[in-house]
């Protein structure tokens, strides 16, 4: 086992050798990101619409990292709202605009701004990151949007390039078959893509109902949480390695990584200062108490972040991490907030505990969920079968593994719930879909 190597990176970044120290310390960390802040703060206030309003009356010198909690939050709402009062650059400086449409059917989609320093810093996390998984010589199958400069399969590609690695940037997976075909043929090493799409390769069928031999060693999971039902159908189907990567796009595509003990992942400390927060309160909770992750940008120069409240939900671990280093450690993302919904018996189910059952099902590879609200509420789930699956998965065996999920088995048993299920085949849905999912809840009115 190695040192991740983010932390010999960010001692780069922190000129360790400038600080008279051979070594990274988390005082040399925190001295560092407080002086980053202090900067982050002055940027913003000055050169932000956005940012001159909501921090105007703040105490913007910071002293120490704690005083950071005294600021106010920034939302998706904000950034929705106008996009451009976060700029603190020119829109002539702006090298990259990334649109995120909204999940509702009106939101208005949120605009996030890139310089091409920014992007650049991206690129350099990258490299870093993937250097876990592949040495040079290593072939790497990127299933990911690439086709547009600055995308995230075009950064990455050009952060293995550096790395001396080989890359196909292939896009988003759309026939199973054909990308499982192209793995074969380019003899891939590693994949990097999304994880219902990853896991509808692992349980594609062949003709005689076999599943398709890969030669690949390690897998990294983006852009979504990861269920762990979906790492260890890749295990078992690949004998291979399954890597989680945390981040989104308001990030800057990335925020932390997994080492080689798969156990949370390292941060982004140089770039990044993260905190977890009680959702309600917005109190920061300490370390090892679940909460929601909320992130400031450090060295952001187009569109700084400050306190931006993600809508995931994690903790920092406390324990130190097997490989050595002393980069802060958050535990896998366990969903999204928005993915919880309230039963009429008082109790809360959440899409992630949906995920672990019906994606651990056998042949399933995607699902959706619908709470109907009426005299009594139903629960609508429409599960995908994998291509090429052989083995009718009935409706009943999806009803039957649900009862293990006790707030739902016991709002059946009170009569306040129905479930129902129906099962179609994966050629029947438009495309393996990408978005983080959500129980859409559906008015009595049946509209939304």
């Known amino acids: 086992m190695k040192l991740t190597p983010l932390g010999p990176w960010i001692a780069r970044k922190l000129d360790i050798e400038k600080q008279n120290s051979r070594r990274l310390t988390r005082e040399l960390i925190e001295a560092y990101q407080l002086d980053k802040l ?60 990334v649109t995120l449409q909204s999940s509702g059917t009106t939101g208005q989609p949120k605009r996030i701004y890139f310089t091409a320093a920014d992007q650049e810093l991206t690129i350099e996390f990258f490299q870093q990151g993937m250097a876990t998984l592949v040495e040079p010589g290593a072939r790497v199958l990127i299933l990911l949007p690439g086709k547009n400069p600055g995308s995230v399969g075009d950064l990455l590609k050009q952060a293995l390039t550096r790395h001396g690695v080989e890359s196909i940037v292939y896009g988003p997976v759309f026939d199973p078959a054909e990308t499982l075909a192209v793995i074969q043929k380019e003899k891939i090493d590693c994949l990097v893509g999304i994880p219902v799409q990853v896991l509808s390769l692992a349980k594609y069928r062949d003709a005689n109902g076999l599943p398709v031999s890969v030669g690949v060693k390690n897998v990294l999971l983006s852009t979504d949480y990861v269920p762990e039902a979906i790492v260890q159908a890749l295990q078992e189907a690949w004998d291979c390695r399954v890597f989680n990567h945390y981040g989104s796009t308001e990030m800057g595509l990335g925020g932390g990584v997994e080492c080689e003990f798969l156990h949370g992942y390292h941060l982004r400390e140089a770039d990044l200062y993260f905190e977890v927060v009680d959702p309600v309160s917005g109190e920061v909770l300490p370390d090892g108490e679940y909460g929601e992750v909320v992130f400031t940008t450090l060295t952001r120069q187009g569109m700084p972040l400050i306190r931006y409240k993600t809508g995931d939900f994690s903790r920092f671990l406390k324990e130190p991490c097997p490989c050595g280093t002393v980069l802060k450690r958050m535990d896998k993302v366990r969903g999204r907030l928005k993915g919880t919904v309230q039963l009429r018996n008082g109790q809360c189910i959440n899409i992630s505990e949906l995920d672990e059952i019906i994606l651990g099902l056998k042949g399933v590879v995607d699902f959706s969920a619908e709470l109907h609200e009426g005299k009594e509420q139903l629960l609508k789930i429409t599960a995908f079968e994998a291509e090429g699956n052989q083995i009718s998965i009935e409706p009943e065996a999806v009803v039957h593994a649900l009862a293990a999920l006790e707030p739902l088995n016991k709002a059946v048993k009170q009569k306040n719930l129905k479930v129902q299920v129906q099962v179609k085949n994966e050629e029947q849905k438009r495309r393996i879909t990408s978005s983080k999912r959500v129980i859409v809840i559906i008015p009595e009115s049946g509209e939304l």
């Open 38 to 97: 202090n900067q982050t703060l002055e940027l913003a206030s000055t050169r932000s619409i956005f940012y001159k309003h909501l921090l105007a009356g703040c105490n913007l010198k910071l002293k120490n990292l704690k005083q950071l909690e005294c600021l106010p939050f920034t939302t998706a709402e904000d950034i929705r709202i106008n996009p451009l009062q976060l700029l603190t650059v020119s829109q002539g400086e702006i090298d990259r605009i």
